[in-house]
């Protein structure tokens, strides 16, 4: 059994203390939480401690907090030469404290409090130091999850960015769309099945193999009438620039 | 039974056409192909017709045809007091020819050819110039399909626009985060079960409720940290604006 010892009861660290829970081959030793109360409900309150010089020991500290935090938590950590990993998309493995080896494990999903994930499905991204320490993270990561790569921090950025467009921006596009729904009183409701579908479509062609529309087939008329049509100026601005990129992004296809 | 002939052959004909063949509501009478072969394998070749003059007396006739040719096709119907309708999100139910009664029959998907789709899922929205005829499209579109919706031309036209932001330019937000992790040689498939969590919370949260990300909380360190990432001008323009309009957004709710 790994011990692994996890710090931090927001939302990201709920989830994996979770998964932990489910896993035979991890042993979660300790969680650590600044109010005893957040994470009571998954562990037994002899397992959570609310004071940094009281961590027992472990084979992996996993530090869950906010990426502001990450840096304070680590250099407050009172040992030396253990492995210690963040969870971040945007933190660099550096921001992490030189006293110990460190790494990175980083699932790769938007986590609602209390909505239940199949951890199975979440691509966990690990990074490590030292080669050793990646074979620790890589059994932690395999006995949650089937989708496991190894990302250093470079490639975390493009991915961090790159999941800001696929699911901040496209989640903006459905409240844009969903505004001009509300503006006719029409469902929104109509629209899901698309939206599932568009969703569905790059799982079997890529992006820019899915690509239709006004925009794609420059349908001037349509794209007009459009523009036309809505009375928002950020609406317009969008649409505008999004054709735009569009017809720019086939001409280089 | 209600006899239904289809003009047309495309994408959309072919998925009716399909639709109907398991209709045990609809008899499919006629279709009407500028080419046999094109649908050849979905009707007997005895039910097909390549000259409009020789189309055979039915319910209701839909024209599946590509917007622009949605008029030129109407006029040319060698009848008059049927009814005709149209199957387009963005043309108006008026340009359908004043001969004949006028109705619309809107599938709000995108088909990809060859790929099934189940019809029962797909949402119709109706329309038509009289109630009888209204009660005719409604008996066609429950057969096929669990989610009928009445939709005039105003509201219909509404969708299309919305349908635009969240298939088309989300569609293209992918192939951006696509072209990002391409350039780190990043697998995009990491970003899949992302894509898929995302389009799936709006099914039980508004978008507005599923918002998250440095725009939406308003962290400027790491929206700076992306804008100096992105190299691409046209990815920095489009960061900028969909950031700018979440927090505009945030600060309606």
Same mark, same amino acid.
């Given at each position: 059994m790994i011990k692994v010892t996890l710090i931090g009861s927001g939302n990201v660290a709920q989830h994996l203390l979770s998964a932990f829970n489910k896993s035979?081959?991890?042993? *979660?030793v300790q969680v650590f939480s600044r109010?005893?109360? =957040?994470?009571s409900h998954l562990i037994p309150?002899?397992?959570?401690?609310?004071? *940094?010089?009281s961590l027992a020991e472990a084979d992996v500290y996993i530090i869950a907090v906010l990426d502001d935090a990450i840096a304070t938590v680590a250099s407050r950590l009172?040992?030396?030469n253990r492995l210690v990993v963040h969870t971040s998309? =945007?933190?660099?493995?550096?921001? *992490?404290?030189?006293?110990n080896r460190k790494g990175v494990f980083y699932p790769l999903q938007t986590f609602t409090k209390g909505k239940e994930v199949d951890f199975k499905t979440i691509p966990i991204c690990i990074e490590s130091q030292f080669n050793d320490d990646y074979n620790v993270l890589k059994k932690v990561a395999d006995t949650i999850s089937d989708k496991v790569f190894t990302i250093n921090s470079e490639q975390r950025r493009s991915l961090h960015v790159s999941a800001v467009f696929v699911n901040n921006f496209v989640n903006h596009l459905y409240s844009i769309g969903n505004a001009i729904c509300d503006d006719r009183q029409v469902?929104?409701?109509? *629209?899901q099945p698309l939206i599932r579908e568009t969703a569905d479509k790059i799982l079997t062609l890529t992006p820019n193999e899915a690509q239709t529309g006004p925009a794609k087939r420059n349908d001037r008329t349509t794209i007009e009438s459009h523009l036309d049509f809505l009375s928002d100026e950020n609406h317009k601005n969008i649409y505008k620039l999004l054709t735009q990129s569009i017809q720019d992004n086939g001409k280089k296809l």
């Open positions: 035979t081959a991890v042993e *979660l109010r005893n109360e =957040s994470v309150v002899e397992k959570i401690t609310t004071d *940094l010089d009172p040992f030396k998309g =945007s933190a660099s493995m550096q921001s *992490l404290n030189d006293n469902p929104f409701e109509i *629209l």
